[in-house]
Nanobody
Framework: QVQLVESGGGLVQPGGSLRLSCAAS????????VRWFRQVPGKQREMVAV???????NYADSTKGRFTISRDNAKNTVYLQMNGLKPEDTAVYYC?????????????WGQGTQVTVSS
């Protein structure tokens, strides 16, 4: 299996920036699709950004133009650069890696990192 560890969350003022990291325990990570989700208590988990194994990206309408997802396969890490943060971005952010690689079907979640946008 692959273990994922998110980091980089914290408290930031509206309009500020944070960079989240999703670090994987194995290099097979580079062969997987990675998505960032967020969840607010009482609401469904929402996908905010995705990056494929080839590096194609896509974003939720609510984050397009403000968030950027990228990956550094040499470091087994995917990043989520978040700019222009708004109070409604407050949530626990999770990364997920999935796909078939090396004969195995992966679907792995990290433990989450809290992002709070408040003045």
């Amino acid at each position: 299996q692959v273990q994922l560890v998110e980091s980089g969350g914290g408290l930031v003022q509206p309009g500020g920036s944070l960079r989240l990291s999703c670090a994987a325990s194995r290099s097979i990570f580079s062969a997987l699709r990675v998505r960032w989700f967020r969840q607010v208590p009482g609401k469904q988990r929402e996908m905010v950004a995705v990056i494929t194994r080839s590096g194609s990206t896509n974003y939720a309408d609510s984050t397009k133009g403000r968030f950027t997802i990228s990956r550094d396969n040499a470091k087994n890490t995917v990043y989520l650069q978040m700019n222009g943060l708004k109070p409604e971005d407050t949530a626990v952010y999770y990364c997920n890696a999935d796909g078939v690689a090396g004969g195995y079907d992966y679907d792995t979640w990290g433990q989450g990192t809290q992002v709070t946008v408040s003045s």
